[in-house]
């Protein structure tokens, strides 16, 4: 197992990387998938919970590595819980999908940690005014050529915290207001998100190709591992093939 009180590891696979048969979801899964009548939410569904699986595998070893005896089941607050054999697992996990590929962040037992991956788009200066702080809409002002990373940068990690905070977009985002730092680890760049209230998310960013990843938790921790080298998210392609299903 590596999972440890002091680490956090992720693992990232595409639309692609899901089996077929659909044997490896347990019997719970399988028939909240049947019930999914759109395409896009049924894929989402799929891709996300097939990398939790991969992770968790990968994170806990062999008392996580049968698919089907592991679920990740949503607390009252809709914050994920994981389950192995219907007994709570000795970790903290959050998941993420975006454009045809889904994130997993494992963490340390008795923790809340948070995830979000976003594409590098463009965001609208009215998507900005209405969704930011006044601070945060200085650095989307600021950053010139990078203002669609920044701005999708700010958006993630506000998600990533909101996750954290167990609320996730029922509350509003100018609630939450992201800090960029200079500190950084290897690949990933240091941010903090403070709530209205007080409390400070330390977290983690980083960018592959068309996508931003960031991650935040309660307490500080180092930048999450990867469960595999090299990572999938390194070379993806934004995926759409719910769209696909809608036109032909």
Same mark, same amino acid.
Not at 95 to 107: I, N, Y
């Given at each position: ?81 994981? #389950? &192995?054999?219907?007994?709570?697992? $000795?970790?903290?996990?959050? =998941?993420?999908?975006? !454009? +045809?590929?889904?994130?997993? *962040? /494992? ?19 009215? #998507? &900005?005014?209405?969704?930011?702080? $006044?601070?945060?809409?200085? =650095?989307?002002?600021? !950053? +010139?050529?990078?203002?669609? *990373? /920044? ?98």
């Amino acid at each position: 197992m590596v999972v440890t009180p002091g680490s956090l590891h992720w693992h990232a696979q595409g639309e692609q990387h899901v089996p077929a048969a659909l044997d490896w979801l347990s019997p719970l899964e399988a028939q909240r998938a049947a019930g999914m009548r759109f395409a896009k939410r049924r894929n989402d569904f799929l891709v996300s919970r097939w990398t939790a699986k991969q992770a968790l595998a990968m994170a806990l070893g062999p008392d996580a590595d049968v698919p089907h005896e592991v679920e990740v089941r949503p607390a009252p607050t809709g914050a994920p819980l994981v #389950f &192995v054999r219907q007994e709570r697992a $000795p970790c903290s996990v959050s =998941l993420t999908d975006r !454009a +045809g590929w889904a994130v997993c *962040l /494992v963490g340390p037992p008795g923790h809340w940690v948070g995830c979000d991956l976003e594409l590098v788009e463009e965001r609208t200066p009215a #998507f &900005v005014a209405d969704w930011f702080t $006044p601070p945060e809409r200085a =650095l989307v002002a600021a !950053a +010139g050529a990078q203002a669609d *990373l /920044v701005a999708n940068l700010v958006w993630s990690a506000k998600e990533s915290a909101l996750k954290v905070l167990q609320t996730g977009l029922r509350r509003d985002t100018r609630t939450v207001e992201v800090t960029l730092h200079d500190a950084r680890a290897g690949e990933w760049r240091a941010l903090s998100v403070r709530a209205a209230e007080g409390a400070v998310f330390p977290g983690w960013w980083c960018r592959h190709g068309d996508f931003v990843l960031t991650v935040a938790a309660d307490t500080a921790l180092p930048p999450p591992t990867a469960l595999a080298e090299p990572t999938p998210l390194r070379d993806a392609v934004p995926t759409h093939t719910w769209f696909d299903d809608l036109s032909g």
